[in-house]
């Protein structure tokens, strides 16, 4: 069974300032997706960023960027720029591909990211 | 386009009554999640359906939850008898199953069992 691992329970950053979330995972499949979502204290699980394993390139949206080390097993999640409305919890998540038809996702713990103005 | 729909969005009740959550998923979607958020077990799948079909339901806790689909635009989580430890907020998700696979979630309902 795939698992995702986020060690920082809770992090903080200056406005405009950049911060890394950590995700490592675990898996003994060769293609999978992985996805970083956002949720704010409205509660709503908004779609932040993915990456197809199989594509080197790190994935990018905007001020949001991620580092895919696929060696590693690792998935950072990078924010430029920071703005108060980042604020929120931030999960990792694993989705495989290999397993036709099953589109579970696996979350991480969680990283509660503060922004200080 | 309207999001994921759910309701309610708040549910109070008392151990051992009935409790019945909706979902409606984005038109054309054809997958539908439903997962539980607890403090203590984070965000967990509970079951989900590809086109109406039930295809994975190894995290509904025990025989007092159940689920269905009876159509592409319909779910509900029914729980009978509930009980304090149910309380937590269940979300429900849907997706397109195209090459994308993302999920899209509704704003979840948070239940407490008193």
């Known amino acids: 069974a795939q698992t995702v691992t986020q060690s920082q329970p809770e992090m903080s950053v200056q406005e405009a300032e950049t911060v890394t979330l950590s995700c490592t995972y675990d898996?003994?499949?060769?293609?999978?997706?992985l996805f970083w979502y956002k949720q704010p204290p409205s509660r709503q699980m908004i779609l932040v960023i993915r990456q197809e394993a199989y594509k080197q390139q790190n994935a990018t949206e905007n001020r949001f960027s991620v580092n895919f080390q696929k060696a590693a097993k690792s998935f950072s999640l990078k924010i430029s720029d920071s703005q108060l409305g980042d604020a929120a919890m931030y999960f990792c998540a694993y989705r495989s591909i290999s397993n036709f038809g099953n589109e579970k996702l696996t979350f991480g713990t969680g990283t509660r990211l503060t922004i200080i103005p | 386009d309207a999001g994921v729909i759910q309701s309610p969005r708040h549910e109070v009740t008392e151990m051992g009554q009935e409790v019945t959550l909706r979902c409606k998923p984005i038109?054309?979607?054809?997958?539908l999640f439903w997962y539980r958020q607890t403090m203590m077990r984070g965000l967990e799948l509970l079951i989900y359906f590809n086109n109406n079909v039930p295809i994975d339901d190894s995290g509904m806790p025990e025989d007092r939850f159940s689920a269905k689909m009876p159509n592409a635009s319909f779910s509900t989580l029914k729980i009978q008898p509930s009980e304090p430890r149910d309380s937590a907020v269940y979300f429900c998700?849907?997706?397109?199953?195209?090459?994308?696979?993302?999920?899209?979630f509704g704003p979840g309902t948070r239940l407490t069992v008193l």
């Open positions: 038109s054309g979607h054809n997958s």
């Open positions: 898996t003994s499949e060769s293609d999978y997706y």
């Open positions: 998700a849907s997706s397109t199953g195209t090459t994308r696979r993302e999920q899209f």
